[in-house]
């Protein structure tokens, strides 16, 4: 199984900041990462797959980046509305897919 | 507009069984992998299970094979998770999800609670 890790567990933003909110996988999943946002009582909201593609409807602000073990998602310009916990989840490994614990983005 | 209804939820006793169903629209639901993605409260996601569009594959997370089935009905437009023995651990949001590695749509959620 592939174990993903996330950092920071908590980050603490002002409106306007720019976020870097990373993922490792365990061993090399390609470009096969995604990233979700979560926010309390709803379910996960795809934002990007393949790495660095953005999913329909996503705003230009999200962007992610990297490949094998090491990937990144940047928030350029936090809004009210991106307070929220993200996930990471590889889909190289066909069985299991498998999600990093989360990064939760609170207002400092 | 894809919509993924989930029913099917409740409490239930350890040992227990329960079957969750899926109700789907606005997609050809007969072509697409479909997945179960659970959420223990206040906890992360954890991926349960997937079937391709013909039912003829399916792939379940390790501690749930053998206890849990998934299943569909291209007929009806349906998803379908058939859970036995029922283990405290199995306590989550239960999702359906559209498509089989990453997931752009999801239901709101059926609740499951295994507890005496």
């Known amino acids: 199984e592939i174990v993903m890790t996330q950092s920071p567990a908590t980050l603490s933003m002002s409106p306007g900041e720019r976020a870097t909110l990373s993922c490792r996988a365990s061993q090399s999943v390609s470009n096969n990462l995604a990233w979700y946002q979560q926010k309390p009582g709803q379910a996960p909201r795809l934002l990007i797959s393949?790495?660095?593609t953005r999913a329909n409807g996503i705003p230009a602000r999200f962007s992610g980046s990297g490949s094998g073990t090491e990937f990144t998602l940047t928030i350029s310009s936090l809004q009210s509305e991106d307070f929220a916990v993200y996930y990471c989840q590889q889909y190289d490994n066909w069985s299991p897919f498998t999600f990093g614990p989360g990064t939760k983005v609170v207002v400092k | 507009e894809v919509q993924l209804v989930e029913s099917g939820g409740g409490l239930v006793q350890p040992g227990g069984s329960l079957r969750l169903s899926c109700a789907a629209s606005?997609?050809?639901?007969?072509?697409?992998?479909m997945s179960w993605v659970r959420q223990a409260p206040g906890k992360g996601l954890e991926w349960v299970a997937n079937?391709?569009?013909?039912?003829?594959?399916?792939y379940y997370l390790d501690s749930v094979k053998g206890r849990f089935t998934i299943s569909r009905d291209n007929t009806k437009n349906s998803l379908y998770l058939q859970m036995n023995s029922l283990r405290i651990e199995d306590t989550a949001v239960y999702y359906c999800?559209?498509?089989?590695?990453?997931?752009?749509?999801w239901g709101q959620g059926t609740l499951v609670t295994v507890s005496s």
């Open positions: 606005g997609f050809t639901f007969s072509t697409y992998w």
């Open positions: 079937i391709n569009p013909d039912g003829s594959e399916k």
């Open positions: 999800a559209k498509d089989g590695r990453t997931w752009p749509y």
């Open positions: 393949g790495a660095s």
